[in-house]
């Protein structure tokens, strides 16, 4: 039996597709399937439209999910760009500004720090070993600063910085100071840059939408492998694990198993894992989270 640990689509797949004789069970702490991905109906000029309010793009390089999309019946769209966009930030007290532009307008003195952080930064993903970071020359040290450091040390004006931590929560749910600079570059590089990740012009991470909303994803994957495979509500205490069996502790039960698939970030799954040998679940993750 294999227990999957939180909610993610690949797992959920390998369950159904990759290994289908296989006793599975999905473990999710959450009382609805789709993680970050939820999309909820609000009223609308002409009666109700369905919004996601959570993780909701997808662009035309991210084969694996635009297979998935097919393989589920589902349909995307190009996400709306034209016409004049809306920015707020600095609080309710901040001015709003719109631009139309695919970044937004910066003074002089600004636009100048952009384009030599981004020079920076573009030399640096330029290194990357996506396949296997840790190979990255200079690792140890971009893995032992935040992204908030490296921006504090090069960026020179206050907006800037600011403009950074937006869209660091914007795209990774976190602030710069929590996530490993590697990480990001890591990230970045994979996606083919970081002006990929921001924008939503063809062959860039925001290019396309999900008909109906991305939490369909995970709402059709989950009738797939039969919702009673999939217990919601159920957060995960502890893992410990031997040579053989791996046991798995929630609020609810305790799951023996073969494997444990954890979907969540290492240096969180690491806070559940009992390291009880040499080889401990806790060991491991904990050097993947390096790599």
Same mark, same amino acid.
Request: net charge neutral.
């Given at each position: ?39 909820? $109906? ?6 109700? =439209?369905?919004? =996601? ?8 390089? !991210? ?7 097919? &393989?589920?019946?589902? &349909?995307?769209?190009?996400?709306? %760009? ?29 636009? @100048? ?39 504090? #040390? ?6 800037? #910085?600011? $403009? @950074? ?30 002006? +990929? ?18 939490? !369909? ?5 989950? $009738? ?19 040579? &053989?069996?791996?046991?798995? %502790? ?18 969180? +799954?690491?806070?559940?894992? %009992? ?11 904990? =050097?993947?989270?390096?790599?």
């Amino acid at each position: 039996m294999r227990v999957i640990l939180y909610w993610i689509l690949s797992a959920v797949k390998l369950l159904k597709i990759g290994v289908p004789l296989t006793k599975s069970c999905v473990v999710c702490h959450a009382g609805r399937v789709g993680g970050r991905t939820v999309s909820t $109906e609000i009223p609308a000029a002409n009666g109700v =439209d369905r919004w =996601d309010f959570g993780g909701q793009w997808v662009g035309s390089t !991210q084969t694996h999910i635009l297979e998935l999309i097919k &393989e589920l019946g589902l &349909e995307t769209y190009p996400q709306f %760009s034209i016409g004049k966009k809306v920015h707020h930030m600095g609080g309710p007290g901040a001015k709003v500004r719109t631009y139309s532009t695919s970044i937004l307008a910066l003074s002089p003195l600004v636009l @100048m720090d952009l384009t030599q952080l981004l020079w920076k930064i573009d030399r640096l993903l330029a290194t990357v070993c996506v396949q296997d970071p840790s190979m990255t020359p200079g690792a140890v040290e971009l893995d032992s600063m935040t992204l908030q450091s490296y921006i504090d #040390k090069q960026a020179w004006t206050t907006e800037l #910085k600011e $403009e @950074m931590g937006l869209c660091s929560r914007s795209l990774f749910g976190m602030e710069p100071s929590q996530m490993s600079f590697l990480f990001f570059l890591m990230f970045a590089a994979a996606a083919g840059g970081l002006l +990929a990740l921001l924008e939503s012009t063809p062959g860039c991470a925001q290019e396309l939408k999900i008909k109906g909303g991305t939490q !369909q994803l995970s709402q059709c994957l989950a $009738e797939r492998v039969g919702f009673k495979n999939v217990r919601l509500g159920s957060a995960v205490t502890a893992i410990w694990q031997d040579a &053989e069996w791996a046991r798995v %502790s929630t609020t609810t039960n305790t799951f023996l198993c073969r494997a444990v698939i954890v979907t969540c970030p290492p240096h969180l +799954a690491g806070q559940r894992a %009992s390291p009880t040998s040499v080889h401990s679940l806790n060991e491991i993750l904990t =050097d993947a989270e390096g790599k």
